[in-house]
């Protein structure tokens, strides 16, 4: 079956500064890949999401590429805000599909301000 | 609103008394999860619904239940709870053709 893993599990920037968080999945017929923001208390939420015919996609400071070779993704946050800080997941599953997915682990992002 | 529910959002309980989890939704989607959150585990998926009456194995399948008879509903049904069960559940869904799943409140469950 499927295994992602995602790294780091926590991570500190100074609010203003970029944040990456990476994973990596093992099934090459996964081919969307969510990220969900979690913050405390809360639900998850989805962010942003990319399908594995594009290579980068970007929504105002949130943006994920997709290495499909190397069966990795990543998110990118610029310009952090302290409401960035929360929790995020990333996740690998088939579009349209059946519904088994599979999700990292999580990083538990702060920003500092 | 187009929303998922669950009840009861916060639950404690003995080992070995069933319970069940509700959870609806009032979009019309075909496709229902139950997820269950450990820390350091993320989210891993415990059942999954295609449709009314079809159903399949997450990967943490073992010691839970469900059914789906109407399309707004899929319970996840707890048989014999025991302590390595307490954790917080999500129930999510998502229409067919789309990929974005809309999760409910959570439960969180306690097993003494």
């Known amino acids: 079956g499927e295994n992602v893993e995602q790294h780091p599990s926590t991570l500190s920037v100074q609010e203003g500064d970029s944040a990456v968080i990476k994973c990596t999945y093992s099934d090459s017929a996964s081919n969307y890949f969510p990220w969900y923001k979690q913050e405390l208390g809360k639900r998850p939420q989805l962010i942003i999401d990319i399908r594995s015919n594009v290579g980068e996609k970007k929504d105002q400071r949130i943006a994920v590429t997709l290495n499909k070779t190397a069966k990795h993704f990543s998110l990118h946050i610029t310009e952090t805000q302290p409401e960035d800080s929360a929790v995020y997941f990333c996740a690998a599953s088939i579009y349209r599909g059946y519904q088994k997915v599979t999700f990292g682990t999580g990083t538990k992002l702060q920003v500092i301000p | 609103e187009a929303q998922v529910t669950q009840n009861p959002r916060y639950l404690i309980t003995v080992t070995g008394k069933k319970l069940t989890v509700t959870c609806s939704q009032n979009?019309?989607?075909?496709?229902m999860s139950w997820y269950r959150q450990d820390p350091g585990l993320g989210l891993r998926q415990i059942y999954y619904s295609m449709n009314v009456e079809v159903t399949d194995k997450g990967d943490v399948p073992e010691g839970y239940k469900v059914s789906r008879k109407e399309k707004r509903n899929f319970p996840l049904i707890l048989e014999s709870p025991s302590p390595n069960q307490t954790s917080l559940y999500f129930c999510?869904?998502?229409?067919?053709?789309?990929?974005?799943?809309?999760f409910g409140p959570g439960t969180r469950l306690t097993v003494t």
């Open positions: 979009m019309n989607h075909e496709y």
């Open positions: 999510a869904s998502r229409p067919q053709g789309a990929g974005e799943q809309y």
